[in-house]
Antibody, heavy 117, light 112 residues
Framework: EVQLVETGGGLVQPGKSLKLTCATS????????MHWVRQSPEKRLEWIAR??????????DYVESVKGRFTISRDDSKSSVYLQMNSLKEEDTATYYC????????WGQGTLVTVSS | DVVMTQTPVSLSVSLGGQVSISCRSS???????????LSWYLQKPGQSPQLLIY???NRFSGISDRFSGSGSGTDFTLKISRVEPDDLGLYYC?????????FGSGTKLEIK
């Protein structure tokens, strides 16, 4: 059974940092491309980052709104993917999900990030 | 960026009825590898999104054949037949052809 567990969310002030973790099991993590997708309080879904596998040199890609602020990384030995979020803004408030593959077949429960002073 | 336009924003259907949701992309979703990466998701109340359909018309594992996807290029449709109470929620289309990956704004399905 595929499992994805996102952790690390919380309440943070604008300009601060937060690191999210997604622990996975039930599929071959090392060959999976991993993504982070967020959902705003208004229920809008937004893809924000992707990291490829080792054979693709762990190439990363980001949506423009988070480039230079967010960093996606992975640890294949722990079957985990991370999202380092710096210089957080109020508009980053959302539930953050990690999901593998080409068409987001599996989703975790998400972790809520609230950016507010 | 590819803009995904979903219509209608909401719809109400009687149990046992049929509905269609439209999704139009601002650019063709035909990838140069010949695949069209258009997916449909359902988010039930209080739950995470779940994959229904991938590559336009392929039902994901365990998804009822009451759900069907069709379309090509920039114009796609999700049809739900014999609507059941468990079908209510938010439906999203999403494209995986071009980065940044993008989603439609969602269609809320309510049961009359």
């Amino acid at each position: 059974e595929v499992q994805l567990v996102e952790t690390g969310g919380g309440l943070v002030q604008p300009g601060k940092s937060l690191k999210l973790t997604c622990a996975t099991s039930g599929f071959t993590f090392s060959t999976a491309w991993m993504h982070w997708v967020r959902q705003s309080p208004e229920k809008r879904l937004e893809w924000i980052a992707r990291i490829k596998d080792k054979s693709n040199n762990y190439a990363t890609d980001y949506v423009e709104s988070v480039k230079g602020r967010f960093t996606i990384s992975r640890d294949d030995s722990k079957s985990s993917v991370y999202l380092q979020m710096n210089s957080l803004k109020e508009e980053d408030t959302a539930t953050y999900y990690c999901t593998p593959g080409y068409w987001f077949a599996y989703w975790g429960q998400g972790t809520l990030v609230t950016v507010s002073s | 960026d590819v803009v995904m336009t979903q219509t209608p924003v909401s719809l109400s259907v009687s149990l046992g009825g049929q509905v269609s949701i439209s999704c139009r992309s601002s650019q063709s979703l035909l990838h140069n590898n010949g695949n069209t990466y258009l997916s449909w998701y359902l988010q039930k109340p209080g739950q995470s999104p779940q994959l229904l359909i991938y590559k336009v018309s392929n039902r994901f594992s365990g998804i009822s054949d009451r759900f069907s996807g069709s379309g090509s290029g920039t114009d796609f449709t999700l049809k739900i037949s014999r609507v059941e109470p468990d079908d209510l929620g938010l439906y999203y289309c999403g494209q995986g052809t071009q980065y940044p990956l993008t989603f439609g704004s969602g269609t809320k399905l309510e049961i009359k």
